[in-house]
């Protein structure tokens, strides 16, 4: 079995890397430090580490302050803080004039577990979607979000990272190039098109694998950038298999099904069923990750048959 | 720099200016914050005819000092202060808050050439503040920060959250100033949400505090120039004003925060300033 890491541990790894090659990169965190993995930076560069307490719209606000004086922070706390507690910062500050500002929403989604309702963030993909200039993505293993935090660094302009604390191996090919916006084929096929963001991509790739055995050739796409959502690569795929399931640990209200469902909708030619797996219009609750996984429907076998059931109702 | 009397003459007449300038672009007939924008003007005239340390042809010149409009409503004080002050033509202001304007009705940054920051959901100017004055600091800058900031605003929690922050973290750099004016959009402060003692408050999160008159342009140049001087801590100065300050009708009455003025009320307002002015040996 792979080494088992966790989104955020790419994260933290780019951070600190980047603080080594790029002066003006610096992190605001709000009491988390252990957790959002920014802990390696904070020791490396103290100058540039900046512990706001637990204030998360004052951190928001502060890290445009950063940024207007020609750094480029990083704004760290989990996503349903970051998210939720400092939304109208992130309004204003952030989105409205462009900000050079990131935003790594930590311990994301279901998996965050047993805290509960109030500290899993089902919401943040939708919340900063709807946010003009935001780009939200959503790396789905450690690999992937070393890669995206580098790519977010790089890049003129707000970026929501949302980041888990569930292990996941590394399931991205070595070299394989990343590039904010563009969605990739992790798995051709003809049948169905699984589309996944997240530390549920390696549950996606399973899930066709299984289908493969029965005879269903899935098609898996990780749509690692939700906004801006390739739709290009979505219509390509949905086009050529027929039919597409969502698959995010996410509600399934404004997250990536809701962008799918969009792009599909407004697509004169396609009359491509879809069915959305995720949180469906409901908070989380305590349990572990996987139980919470289960409970929603997002296991290897709740995929596949959602995809099995869909593909029944194609024409 | 010090101040002498004749400057402080001068910076008078360029308020009584500055105010005609906001009535002006005001205008009759369509809704505006009056009141916020008028107690404010002695205190942005002076930091931007006296104190900020800017290059008006190099906006974005590393060195400046900065000013965050944390109350964000009365940004039509500041365009006209950065207009008198050669940031964009004067005559833009009479495109204050129309369709397609570069001046919105509350500070937009990208739109504006002069603007530091985004604000006008209120609370978090002071935040933005901290952040550019450490900037200064990783940077090795001197330039100092300023943050303006209303009175009702000092109600939202975000003000505490950073008055804390800039006190944590010594912000030397930082100024930041409280209009006064002790009326907010529905009414009195202290009987909307009472907000003093509001000097012990900024003093016990570790500021050194002023009060002064924000009218008086004497007792406001020195307290810009005593804050500047103060080392390991952040300095507050609250300045006393009188909202809608400069046209009788409106002074210290509640009911002109946001409001729309008759033609009549309008000549009234302007020809009050050009009597002013021509006193003022304008």
Known sequence: MAELKETRDGYGDALLQLGKEEPRIAVVDADLFHSTRTDRFAEAFPDRFFEMGIAEQDMVSTAVGLSLGGLIPFANSFAVFLTGRAFDQVRQQVALPAANVKLAGSSAGITQGPDGATHQSVLDVSLMRSLPNMCVVVPSDPEEARLATRAAAEGDGPVYLRLSRYPTPVRREANRPFEIGKAEVRRAGNDVTLAACGVILGRALEAAEALGGEGISAEVLNVHTVKPLDASAVLTSCGKTGAVVTIEEHSIIGGLGSAVAEVLGEDADSHIPLRRLGVADTFGESGTADELLAKHGLTVEGIAGAARALLKTKA | ?282
């Open chain 2, 1 to 282: 720099m010090p101040v002498t009397e004749p400057d402080l003459r001068e910076l008078e007449k360029r308020a009584t200016e500055v105010r005609l300038q906001i009535v002006k672009a005001m205008g009759p007939g369509r809704f505006h914050h009056f009141g916020g924008s008028l107690s404010a003007t002695d205190v942005l005239v002076a930091l931007y005819y006296h104190k900020l340390r800017y290059r008006a042809d190099q906006p974005d010149w590393p060195e400046r000092d900065r000013l965050v409009l944390s109350k964000g409503h009365a940004v039509p004080a500041v365009y006209v202060c950065l207009a008198m002050c050669g940031f964009f033509p004067v005559s833009e202001l009479a495109t204050l808050k129309q369709l397609g304007s570069n001046l919105q009705g509350h500070p937009d940054m990208r739109k504006t050439c002069g603007l530091e920051a985004n604000t006008g959901s209120l609370g978090m100017g002071l935040s933005v503040a901290n952040g550019m004055a450490l900037a200064g600091r990783v940077a090795g800058l001197d330039y100092r920060v300023y943050a303006l900031l209303g009175d009702g605003e000092c109600q939202e929690g975000q003000v505490w959250e950073a008055a804390m922050t800039s006190a944590h973290y010594k912000l030397d750099t930082l100024t930041a100033i409280v209009d006064r004016n002790e009326l907010q959009a529905m009414g009195r402060t202290e009987e909307q949400m009472s907000i003093e003692p509001l000097a012990a408050k900024w003093q016990g999160f570790g500021w050194q505090t002023w009060e002064i008159d924000g009218h008086d342009m004497g007792e406001i140049c020195d307290a810009l120039e005593a804050a500047a001087e103060v080392k390991g801590r952040p300095a507050a100065i609250i300045a006393h004003t009188v909202k809608g300050k400069g046209i009788s009708f409106m002074e210290g009455k509640p009911g002109f925060h946001n409001v729309m003025i008759s033609e009549e009320q309008f000549r009234e307002a302007a020809s009050g300033l050009e009597a002013k002015i021509a006193a003022l040996g304008g």
